[in-house]
């Protein structure tokens, strides 16, 4: 059985978080050996992990490892004492081998390699340990996507209520509707339940186009927009992740369409999020071609696709909002538990697109909507 290692804050490291649930700053070790959970580190972290034996079995203080003598001892390099650390509480297990992830430090892993113990890094290895949900994280994309269809409700409300000015523009309580004063009131809202995101996507019309730019300007009427929002819990660090798209307005025939192509094809992916199964991508690319829809598996030509359907069905979510599974032209295989983000679309040019995104758990029994439902209408609440 491999000797699984981590050394970081679990703040900036979702291997880290996933392993020991709690939120610290500063740099502690994870050892998983024989089948025993233990972290090490300073002395004032133990009273973090003494209520949580679901994730952690022993604690060492670093304390015990040497950490004051090498501290005081002005010959040992200050930026190898948490290396050095480190070594030795692998030497008390008595390991010489240890599986890190990619995101491994360089300094720690040099060090270790130069004194015997080898490092192998097995990014497959770590992402499989993250797809394996604990029931906290669980709780942390439920209370996100809570918190996300609160924000989508107050964008929808924005956009329902919104009326044409003589200009051609939109305009919501006195102020010219904009991506950006969207986006303001659904951060508002993401605060207010306990969640957060620095980015929210806000596109009208062919806004769409730039992809992961957050969008800027007016709404246009009559026109499609799409808002994606992907917000994180803050008291687990977990994300979730939802596309809606509206119409402030009377949708065009096209458009309606549009909808109703990614409408089916979220359908035809779900019924195809399975355990051990890997063909949704496929399943959803027959769909639109049938449609005479573009599609990665037909495109053809030079350069990047960008209308039709130009990117991939989905990805998995968690301690990173783009995480494995995979779920495009490489797919990986799913397992009862992937927390999975699906989202369909269609886009072209002169019309907008249509973008329709939902997260789901994969159970034994098909995918499990994280959604509460939230309606899919083109037409927001209040139009």
Same mark, same amino acid.
């Given at each position: 059985?491999?000797?699984?290692?981590?050394?970081?804050?679990?703040?900036?490291?979702?291997?880290?978080?996933?392993?020991?649930? *709690?939120?610290?700053?500063?740099?502690?070790?994870?050892?998983?050996?024989?089948?025993?959970?233990?972290?090490?580190?300073? @002395?004032? *972290?133990?009273?973090? !992990?003494?209520?949580?034996?679901?994730?952690?079995?022993?604690?060492?203080?670093?304390?015990?490892?040497?950490?004051?003598?090498?501290?005081?001892?002005?010959? !040992?390099?200050?930026?190898?004492?948490?290396?050095?650390?480190?070594? $030795?509480?692998?030497? $008390?297990?008595?390991?010489?081998?240890?599986?890190?992830?990619?995101?491994?430090?360089?300094?720690?892993?040099?060090?270790?390699?130069?004194?015997?113990?080898?490092?192998?890094?097995?990014?497959?290895?770590?992402?499989?340990?993250?797809?394996?949900?604990?029931?906290?994280?669980?709780?942390?994309?439920?209370?996100?996507?809570?918190?996300?269809?609160?924000?989508?409700?107050?964008?929808?409300?924005?956009?329902?209520?919104?009326?044409?000015?003589?200009?051609?523009?939109?305009?919501?309580? %006195?102020?010219?509707?904009?991506?950006?004063?969207? $986006?303001?009131?659904?951060?508002?809202?993401?605060?207010?339940?306990?969640?957060?995101?620095?980015?929210?996507?806000?596109?009208?019309?062919?806004?769409?186009?730039?992809?992961?730019?957050?969008?800027? /300007?007016?709404?246009?009427?009559?026109?499609?927009?799409?808002?994606?929002?992907?917000?994180?819990?803050?008291?687990?660090?977990?994300?979730?992740?939802?596309?809606?798209?509206?119409?402030? +307005?009377?949708?065009?025939?096209?458009?309606?369409?549009?909808?109703?192509?990614?409408?089916?094809?979220?359908?035809?992916?779900?019924?195809?999020?399975?355990?051990?199964?890997?063909?949704?991508? $496929?399943?959803?690319?027959?769909?639109?071609?049938?449609?005479?829809?573009?599609?990665?598996?037909?495109?053809?030509?030079?350069?990047?696709?960008?209308?039709?359907?130009?990117?991939?069905? %989905?990805?998995?979510? +968690?301690?990173?909002?783009?995480?494995?599974?995979?779920?495009?032209?490489?797919?990986?295989?799913?397992?009862?538990?992937?927390?999975?983000?699906?989202?369909?679309?269609?886009?072209? @040019?002169?019309?907008? %697109?249509?973008?329709?995104?939902?997260?789901?758990?994969?159970?034994?029994?098909?995918?499990?909507?994280?959604?509460?439902?939230?309606?899919?209408?083109? *037409?927001?609440? /209040?139009?």
């Amino acid at each position: 059985m491999p000797t699984y290692l981590l050394h970081d804050d679990s703040v900036r490291s979702a291997e880290m978080r996933h392993e020991v649930a *709690e939120a610290v700053r500063d740099p502690i070790t994870f050892i998983e050996h024989d089948g025993r959970r233990i972290v090490a580190g300073a @002395r004032f *972290e133990r009273d973090v !992990f003494a209520t949580r034996e679901d994730v952690v079995d022993e604690f060492w203080d670093t304390h015990d490892l040497g950490y004051d003598d090498l501290v005081v001892d002005s010959s !040992f390099p200050e930026t190898l004492i948490q290396p050095e650390l480190v070594l $030795r509480a692998l030497r $008390r297990l008595g390991v010489d081998a240890v599986v890190v992830p990619p995101s491994f430090r360089v300094l720690v892993a040099d060090y270790l390699r130069e004194r015997g113990i080898d490092v192998v890094v097995d990014a497959d290895a770590w992402e499989h340990r993250r797809r394996r949900k604990s029931p906290w994280e669980l709780e942390g994309v439920e209370r996100a996507q809570r918190a996300a269809e609160t924000a989508m409700l107050a964008a929808a409300r924005m956009l329902g209520e919104s009326e044409v000015t003589r200009d051609g523009l939109l305009r919501f309580e %006195g102020e010219i509707l904009t991506a950006d004063l969207v $986006r303001v009131a659904m951060n508002a809202e993401l605060l207010s339940q306990g969640a957060e995101s620095e980015d929210i996507l806000v596109h009208s019309g062919d806004a769409c186009f730039g992809w992961h730019d957050v969008g800027a /300007g007016p709404i246009l009427p009559d026109r499609p927009c799409i808002v994606d929002c992907y917000p994180r819990d803050r008291r687990t660090g977990v994300y979730t992740d939802m596309s809606r798209t509206f119409v402030p +307005g009377t949708p065009s025939d096209e458009v309606r369409a549009m909808h109703g192509h990614v409408k089916r094809a979220l359908d035809v992916a779900l019924d195809a999020l399975r355990p051990g199964q890997a063909d949704a991508f $496929r399943r959803v690319c027959e769909h639109f071609h049938a449609l005479g829809i573009p599609t990665q598996l037909s495109h053809r030509g030079d350069g990047p696709m960008h209308e039709g359907f130009p990117h991939a069905l %989905g990805h998995g979510v +968690g301690l990173d909002v783009h995480e494995r599974p995979h779920i495009g032209r490489r797919s990986d295989e799913l397992a009862e538990g992937d927390v999975v983000a699906v989202e369909p679309a269609i886009y072209r @040019r002169g019309h907008g %697109g249509v973008r329709i995104e939902d997260t789901v758990v994969v159970t034994a029994d098909g995918p499990e909507r994280l959604t509460d439902p939230f309606p899919y209408d083109l *037409e927001p609440p /209040g139009h």
